[in-house]
């Protein structure tokens, strides 16, 4: 067994708070990086020691593999964790860290190379009992000759990045006139994301739901499936609500999908935690979507109906152990929602706010937690993605998760930028979402911006900054021998002034 002394923590943010946190309970030591940017970031104040990659932009830090390598080897790291994102998918990574001796907590570069390249994983699944969507199975760059295949898959297609996911460099095309465009803003997009150009062509399902299955696999050949998580709330397809299960699968269904998953892993020899997304038509056929083979951003709701650690299971895995479980073992433990609360303009199309945050303090209470890497005074950059946390409520059933993330919403304050609060608050009472029968167009068909009250975080900031002015008048005005007992901070000074506006 090789037991993992100190983890390099390759990302930033939020997922990178969430690594070192299991590291610390399983006495782990870790090794934040960092851009300029992210210099007085919460991963870099909580892990042990922390190493400068001497740079602004994703392309000049994040994305740097020799640059990780040598901190991982300035440290003495043994291990390294990708998160999500960034070199996560990036068979090369995983390969130079398992080249300089450390180890990579996620499956192998053959395995990444098989499944994380999306022309590749429809290519191994090409004549297996994996349910695949019409669409091309190389990726393809010649504009004329992608035409020509759009026009025979038949539109509207889906143009997809080969080497990553998370919505970059997606575009669905209706009209022929269109494709031009969309296909060059596409690979421009992945080429940014992902340092890889590369496209593939799909048909587009209309009216889909987004469920996928996480699994987990060991190096010893077992895997199972950790059930699923419905992830149709998107816009401009990138999730922003998640929730496990999912209201729309029967027990019989959920087999079917599961057993699906885990066939998946075991044709690509996957070890590691991994995601099996699939597409639901309106008739309940699913199709293979792609395998993202990294942690997901949505896990924590996982973690909540199953009772599991994925990043300490990840580690478990990375170490040699078996999984010590089967899938008969395993079983759903009432419901979780997550809203993925992102510095952006619902009211504006979801255009990203960047600025500093001058005020972040999260709800707490039975069954709600958050994953966060903000604290105040940090500036959400316009280099990074504008993802400030994640809320996740549980409770034993999909009624009162819904009505604890109400409560949890109405808690949360935040000011400096826009946010997604207002949006996820709309999308919990909408009796639609409510009801369970929604699917990806759920924001095109319902939200407005009418419908939602948006902060104003620099009226908030000046009332805070006017409340706290008056109160030092007062006190100064005021002096006795107890005056120091009376203590006001930024949180209550905000609640006594804030109001919001249509």
Known sequence: MNRIKKILVANRGEIAVRIIRTCKDLGIKTVAVFSETDRKSLHVRMADEAVS?????????????????????????????????????????????????????????????????????????????????????????????????????????????????????????????????????????????????RVYIEKYLENPRHIEFQILADQHGNTVHLFERECSIQRRHQKVIEEAPSSVLTPEMRQ????????????????????????????????????????????????????????????????????????????????????????????????????FVHLHRVPTGPGVRVDSGIVDGMEVSVHFDPMISKLVTWDSDRKGAISRMCRALEEYTLSGVQTTLPFCQFVMKHPVFQSGNFDTHFIQNYFKPEHIEIDDPELIKNLAVAGLNAIHWFIRENKTENSGSVVHDRQETVNLWKIRRK
Do not use: W
């Not at 020509?148 to 080497?163: D, F, N, T």
């Not at 979780?336 to 600025?355: H, I, K, Q, W």
């Open 53 to 197: 990659l001497a740079g602004l932009k994703s392309s000049e830090t994040y994305l740097v593999i020799e640059k990780i390598i040598a901190a991982a080897r300035l440290t003495g790291a043994d291990a390294i964790h990708p998160g999500y994102g960034f070199l996560s998918e990036n068979a090369l990574f995983a390969e130079a860290a398992t080249e300089a001796g450390i180890t990579f907590i996620g499956p192998s570069a053959d395995s990444i190379r098989k499944m994380g390249d999306k022309t590749t994983a429809r290519k191994l699944l090409k004549g297996t009992k994996v349910p695949l969507a019409p669409g091309t199975e190389d990726s393809i760059s010649d504009l004329s000759e992608a035409k020509r295949l759009a026009s025979e898959i038949g539109y509207p297609v889906l143009i997809k990045a080969s080497a990553g996911g998370g919505g970059k460099g997606m575009r669905i095309v209706h009209d022929p006139a269109d494709f031009e465009k969309s296909m060059v803003s596409s690979q421009n997009e992945a080429r940014n994301a992902f340092g890889d150009s």
């Open 256 to 355: 079917k999908m599961g057993e699906a998953a885990i066939e998946v892993a075991k044709i690509s020899s996957y070890y590691g935690a991994g995601t099996v997304e699939f597409l639901v038509d309106k008739y309940l056929n699913f199709y293979f979507l792609e395998m993202n083979t990294r942690l997901q951003v949505e896990h924590p709701v996982t973690e909540l109906i199953t009772g599991l650690d994925l990043v300490r299971e990840q580690i478990r895995i990375a170490e040699g152990e078996l999984l010590g479980y089967e899938q008969k073992d395993l079983a759903i433990r009432g419901h979780a929602v997550e809203c993925r609360v992102y510095a952006e303009d619902p009211s504006n199309n979801f255009l990203p706010d960047t600025g």
